[in-house]
């Protein structure tokens, strides 16, 4: 999986140095944004394979950023993984609908997501 591309999205700066610390000692290239306008910014420059953010962000969510990559050509099947601490149904349905392939609740053990990261990056392979 080397030479794959992530994209953190969280308004935590501390959150977004954790799950890059994890991605990065598994071999993964990661890139940082700390909400959805930033992250979009990061798109326009550089191809990713995987985004992870977090639901719960101003002024432009989870949700809204999923919607927004689901309608750009080279984005429309990029994993994406919400990490969140919403553990609700109601917050998982509201991802599904908004395109995301996945959800992980904060805090969550750096084995896990580097299964769900790895098995997502597999399945988009061709």
Known sequence: MKNRTILVVDDSAVM????SAI????????????????????LGR????????????IPMDGGELT???????DYAH??????????SEAGKSDARKAGANGWLCKPVKPETLLDVVGSLLQMGRA
């Open 23 to 42: 991605l990065e000692e598994a071999g993964y290239s990661v890139l940082l944004a700390e909400g959805g306008e930033a992250a979009l910014t990061h």
């Open 46 to 57: 550089a191809q990713v394979d995987l985004v992870l953010t977090d639901w719960t962000m």
């Open 78 to 87: 990029v994993p994406v993984v919400v990490l969140s601490t919403i553990s």
């Open 67 to 73: 919607r927004q990559l689901r309608l750009l050509a």
């Open 16 to 19: 977004r140095q954790m799950i």
